[in-house]
């Protein structure tokens, strides 16, 4: 995401290059080489207007330090003031209440259910609390099965009423339900909408004054840019929701409604969704996003993302193992399946400072450990833990059996036995501590 809007700034920021002081001039082409980049991406004229006078204009009122150069005293303002446009600082989603209501509405084909699902998740995995899912949408006939089915992927359970065609109902039911239960949160699920239509528009409002929600949140599409803006002005003029949820973020390589919105409606964003995945859900945090426009990485999310998969007990283990060079290929694998668990492979690659713009036309498949994840499967436990056995016709039974070239298997190996050079002295360097204390 904000592919296209990272080359672009990196563009104007070049003016500025070999310039020995920041002028009335060069700063005047640079803003200006900026709202282009702005507009490409999407972001309404008026947004993009009022950021470049405000960027313009602290530019001119710095006093350059000798040490810093011109451009880089512009990259720092620019970052600083996206941030500022997009919220400044995460925005908590609000879980008070006995149960906490969050109402969920938005476009038809927005990613609602799927958001309602994946918000679920994050309550009950990240926040630990108990949660159920109410299936409101008695418009769309797919609608209750498809969040039956993701309630039953996360273990959550859903409220449903068959033949209750009445919305507000089935909402009032399911939070009774709920209190009655020791539920701690309520997720209500909505038909999806128009604005221009007003016998549903007129449907959310009264089950929004019905259920009196403790949080609304907003779904709506990035990839629609300044559609989508525009159509959270308007539900926000019926609703008065908390906040916005953009999905498909892994689509969106402009970020126009990102950018905006926040700046546009006064409301700010509070989950990114960026991908398929039910895990693909993401706190919105506005100064780390513009560190990624910026090409500046996201180191935070990154460990953060690291410490959601980190086990203890089992880096204990490791590196007691480590310690004694027992590391063995079945560890190996494992700690594959922790990384891929933190989702996408070029994405995780991206959040470390300057490897986003090297990769940017590396194709890094989903499925890049797929052919070693087969190699350690054809492996006997035996050969697992003490690859020092594995000859020249052992290496060919595994290739053979693994569907995979002789070089390959090599090469694996020998990749492992870096890998465990490496992690040995990241280990006994107490790495994990470091990581502990990086998110304090």
Known sequence: MFENLSERLERSFKILKG??????????????????ALLDADVSFKVAKEFCNTVKDKALGQNVLTAVKPQQMMVKIVRDEMAAFMGSAASEVNLKGNPAVVLVAGL???????????????????????????????????????????????????????????????ARNAIKKAGQEGYSVVIVDTAGRLAVDDELMDEISALHQAVRPTETLFVVDAMTGQDAVETARIFNERL???????????????????????????KPIKFVSTGEKMEALDIFHP???????????????????????????????????????????????????????????????????????????????????????????????????????????????????????????????????????VMKGAMTGNLMQQMRGMRR
């Open 287 to 421: 100064d780390r996003i513009a560190d990624r426009i910026l090409g500046m990485g996201d180191v935070v999310t990154l460990v953060e993302k690291a410490q959601e998969q980190f086990d203890e007990k089992q880096a204990r283990e490791l590196k007691k193992k480590l310690a004694k060079d027992k590391f063995s290929l079945w560890d190996f694998y494992e700690q594959i399946q922790q990384v891929k668990k933190m989702g996408n492979i070029k994405d995780l690659a991206a959040m470390i400072p300057g490897v986003g713009k090297a990769i940017k036309d590396v194709d890094i498949p989903d499925d890049a450990f797929k052919s070693v994840e087969a190699i350690i499967l054809s492996m006997t436990p035996y050969e697992r833990e003490h690859p020092d056995v594995l000859n020249g016709s052992r290496r060919k039974r595994i290739a053979d059996g693994s569907g995979t070239s002789l070089a390959e298997v090599n090469k694996l190996l020998k990749q492992f036995e870096g890998t465990r050079k």
């Open 240 to 266: 008065d929701f908390d906040g916005v949820v953009l999905t498909k973020m892994d689509g969106d390589t402009r970020g126009g409604a990102a950018l905006s919105i926040k700046a546009v409606v006064g």
């Open 108 to 170: 038809n084909g927005s990613g609602k259910t799927t958001f309602s699902g994946k918000l679920a998740l994050h309550v009950k995995s990240k926040k630990g609390m108990k949660v159920m899912l109410a299936a409101c949408d008695t418009f769309r006939p797919a609608a209750i099965e498809q969040l039956k089915v993701l309630g039953e992927g996360i273990g959550v359970p859903v409220y449903t009423e068959e033949g209750v065609k009445d919305p507000i109902q089935i």
């Open 19 to 36: 310039e020995g002081k920041i002028t009335e001039i060069n700063v005047a082409e640079t803003v200006k080489d900026i709202r282009k």
